[in-house]
């Protein structure tokens, strides 16, 4: 195992479709971060899973966005009718909280969204 | 609450010259403080993060950063630069285990032959 994983890396899409990416973390790494990224910011908290569970949301989050881990491994993160604002590079994280004290979280190489 | 703010978005070197990118955090309980380097169309990669057994703190790449409390500083150092290592520098901070980083805005490193 490599690294965090996620696919697909580039998607154009145009507004109101729905769209849908996986994420695939580190092996045995119970925690799972999503994060959005627009152009020249720092990636931003959208929610994060401690195995299956999802224990915090943003208000970033909103009703159109829905992640899942159902078996606590990969990671999908669906948006729904989609808008041009949702346009960015979303970025999957995983960390090992019982081996890492200080909880490094370690990214995957994000999926760039286009919406036209 | 937990914030970062980085001063300058944009940093120009020369190549062997002193690298320097400041990092001011804002935490009301003792932070855990990261270095991430982003490179075009990549993911994030960890370069350091401080742990508390040391206040100057030894990355990859010949990195190091300082934690100053008094100054609520992290502000990362390479004593030359390479032209490898232009890329954007983002810090984070995070409070507890498990909870969200927050990341600054984004520092973009150029090197000048």
């Known amino acids: 195992d490599t690294g965090v994983s996620q696919n697909p890396r580039h998607k154009i899409t145009k507004r109101g479709q729905n769209v849908t990416f996986r994420c695939d973390p580190i092996?045995?790494?119970?925690?799972l971060y999503w994060y959005r990224q627009t152009l020249g910011q720092g990636p931003e908290f959208l929610t994060y899973?401690?195995?299956?569970?999802?224990?915090?949301k943003s208000r970033l989050l909103s009703d159109r966005f829905s992640a899942e881990r159902p078996k606590g491994s990969f990671s999908t993160l669906e948006i729904q009718r989609t808008e041009q604002g949702d346009s960015a590079m979303y970025l999957c994280?995983?960390?090992?909280?019982?081996?890492?004290?200080?909880?490094?979280?370690?990214f995957g190489p994000g999926t760039r969204l286009l919406v036209l | 609450a937990q914030s970062v703010t980085q001063l300058g978005s944009h940093v120009s070197v020369s190549e062997g010259a002193l690298v320097l990118l400041r990092c001011n955090y804002s935490?009301?309980?003792?932070?855990?403080l990261f270095w991430y380097v982003q490179y075009p169309n990549q993911g994030l990669q960890l370069l350091l993060k401080y742990t508390s057994a040391a206040t100057l703190v030894k990355g990859i790449n010949g990195f190091e950063a300082e934690f100053k409390k008094s100054e609520t500083s992290f502000h990362l150092t390479k004593p030359s630069a390479h032209m490898s290592d232009a890329a954007e520098y983002f810090c984070a901070v995070s409070a507890n285990t498990g909870n969200q980083f927050y990341f600054g805005t984004g520092t973009s490193l150029t090197v000048i032959p």
């Open positions: 935490s009301s309980v003792p932070p855990y």
């Open positions: 899973f401690q195995n299956e569970a999802q224990l915090e």
């Open positions: 092996s045995e790494h119970n925690r």
């Open positions: 994280a995983s960390s090992d909280a019982e081996r890492d004290l200080r909880e490094t979280q370690y």
